[in-house]
């Protein structure tokens, strides 16, 4: 076990990423600037448009020790019409990597299920651009409860998933959940414990020659898109609570 943790250790040493303040370009914690409004803690006022159908709701709780986060719909639903819920930020210009699309960044979230997963349809947590050939995208998702990264410009596509082939996040416990590309040749998933920063995972590592990641659109968190005629089969409908949503990025 002592091993193990070392060996966690010195992969968390050599592998983080130190994040200035002035390169984090969004930052959602579960505060509102306003009426259906989530509000950007980086400085950047890349506020969060709220958009719903269905009778679905994104509405912010909170609980002591965290304090606002941000809650989708909940209950699986695979015929329309669905509850659904998503947040759009009101601008994506400095949401693409520096260095025209080869420049170093990272996004994740804190994620919790509330509900086992449905074997039916995938989930979305936090997407730039569509999958599809020669189009760029960067996405984080937990289809059928485990996470992975998503990285493509378009020919080259790197699909990362966290843990063994049979990990499934634990209903009800939080877990903080990163995508990097480290370098233009390296990208990473890490699945952290976010009260203390402990890997609850061994971090997973891929090495692809990509060009630039220059996604299109808009950036979606939650889910696809607003769609009163398709279920969750189609839009990727998130069910569950998220917080600290991030990107940031470096050009060097």
Same mark, same amino acid.
């Given at each position: ?39 950007d803690s980086s400085g950047n006022a890349v506020h969060g448009a709220i958009a719903t159908g269905g009778t679905? =709701?994104? *509405?912010?709780?909170?609980? /002591? %020790?965290?304090?606002?986060?941000? !809650? @989708?719909?909940? #209950? ?13 930020? =009101?601008? *994506?210009?400095?949401?693409? /990597? %520096?260095?025209?699309?080869?420049? !170093? @960044?990272?996004? #994740? ?23 599809g050939a020669g189009l760029s995208q960067w996405k984080l998702q937990v289809d059928y409860g485990r996470p ?77 898109r607003i769609n009163a005629t398709q279920s969750d089969i189609d839009t990727d409908q998130f069910h569950g ?12």
């Amino acid at each position: 076990m002592k091993t193990l943790v070392a060996a966690l250790s010195s992969v968390l040493v050599a592998t983080s990423l130190a994040w200035p303040r002035d390169q984090l370009e969004l930052r959602y914690a579960g505060d509102l600037a306003g009426p259906a409004l989530v509000a950007d803690s980086s400085g950047n006022a890349v506020h969060g448009a709220i958009a719903t159908g269905g009778t679905g =709701t994104v *509405t912010t709780p909170s609980e /002591p %020790g965290r304090g606002p986060f941000l !809650r @989708f719909p909940g #209950g699986s639903c695979t015929v329309a019409p669905c509850p659904q819920g998503v947040i759009r930020p =009101t601008s *994506t210009v400095t949401l693409v /990597p %520096g260095s025209e699309g080869e420049g !170093r @960044f990272v996004y #994740g979230a804190d994620i919790r299920l509330t509900e086992p997963p449905s074997p039916a349809a995938g989930m979305n947590v936090f997407q730039f651009g569509a999958a599809g050939a020669g189009l760029s995208q960067w996405k984080l998702q937990v289809d059928y409860g485990r996470p992975s990264c998503r990285w493509s410009d378009g020919t080259q596509v790197v699909l990362l998933p966290a843990g063994p082939e049979n990990f499934q996040m634990t209903v009800g416990r939080w877990y903080r959940v990163t995508c990097s590309r480290k370098a233009r040749v390296l990208f990473s998933i890490r699945v952290d414990d976010p009260a203390t920063g402990i890997p609850l995972l061994v971090p997973r590592f891929q090495t692809v020659r990509m060009a630039g990641i220059m996604p299109t659109g808009s950036v979606v968190i939650g889910g696809k898109r607003i769609n009163a005629t398709q279920s969750d089969i189609d839009t990727d409908q998130f069910h569950g609570d998220l917080d600290t949503i991030e990107f940031g990025r470096r050009s060097d």
